[in-house]
């Protein structure tokens, strides 16, 4: 009983806090920052139009819903390389594994912008000076099982970003649950993703030096203009996943996600996916949103399961259509369970 108990409040309070953190709307798309936070890693996940929440288990859990990493047997690795807009490229490594006490996990993204040419006021066609931004989130993820029907979950990021000689470092927070009333194959998730205390950049590129007085030799005075900060881009997400069909080899799944942003509008996502053996995979999902600047598609997927003894090698890739100036997304995944 307390450890009922325990998961109604977990789950009230997720909720409690989405009355206070999720008051935006449209009209604040684009104010928030550390948007690295929000671009996905996983090819399965985008391919189910992200409604990925509910089911997700083990070391894919880690960015997705950490209280599905609990479901992880024995070990897993897994990497994930991200083609995005504008020649962005994001790479994920995440290992978990399981102990007695729950599952723990740990994981690091690296988003490179690329390189860039710097250019002033004074030289708006460029200084010549080629630099690279880079952004780092750390994570550390523990899961559990409360009862066998619920499980939960918490991740802890560090995240840093450095543009020159400006950098911003910060923390965020995920907490998860995953729910299986035992209806049938209904499987319910319910995810609070990105919440934490603001963020705000400094360094020396904030300053610049100054003449002051009328004497030509007085030393320059060093000025430091204020910086504003930031608020993490945090989301609530209820999904949903069901098993319509499952005959002999042939297995099909079908997703539904609701995501609430405090900086952007609400966004749903449907999916489907047909397994064979659970040695081969087909994929298929699309998000909607309230935002006519919405740029992204239908995407689709595939993988295969390769067992290696008592390990299996899995291999995953998607790839997420994008609409108006900017090529399609492409993502692809190597897991390693043993």
Known sequence: MRKLNLCGFVLVLAVGVTGTAFAGNGDRVGTAGAQELRIPVSPRGVALGDGYQADVSGVDALWYNPAGAARLDGTEAYFSHF?????????????????????IGASIDVLNIGDIQETTEANPEGTGRIFSPTF???GVTYSRFMTDAVSVGATGRFISEDILQTTSQGVSFDVGIQYRPGW?????G????????????????????????D?????????????????LPSVFQIAAA???????????????NFVSHNFGD????VG??????????????????????????????????LPLGTSTLSIDYARRTVQDFFDDNDLLSVKFAF
């Open 266 to 269: 609400d966004e749903f996502g």
């Open 272 to 305: 489907g996916e047909y397994r064979y053996q659970d040695i081969f995979a087909v994929r298929a999902g699309i998000v909607a949103s309230g935002d006519a600047d919405y740029n992204y598609g239908p995407a689709f997927g595939a993988g295969f399961n």
């Open 136 to 138: 780092t989130v750390i």
């Open 184 to 188: 049938q194959s209904l499987r319910l």
């Open 83 to 103: 083609e995005y807009i504008a020649d962005i490229q994001k790479e994920y490594i995440a290992v978990a594994t399981e102990t007695r006490m729950g599952t």
């Open 242 to 256: 069901y098993t319509p069909i499952e005959q002999g080899d042939n297995t099909i799944d079908v997703y539904g």
């Open 215 to 231: 004497d030509p030799n007085s030393r320059p005075r060093v000025l430091r203009s204020d910086n504003a900060s930031f608020e």
């Open 190 to 213: 319910f995810v609070l993703k990105n919440f934490g205390p603001n963020m705000h950049f400094d360094g020396e590129d904030f300053g610049s030096s100054h003449q002051t007085g």
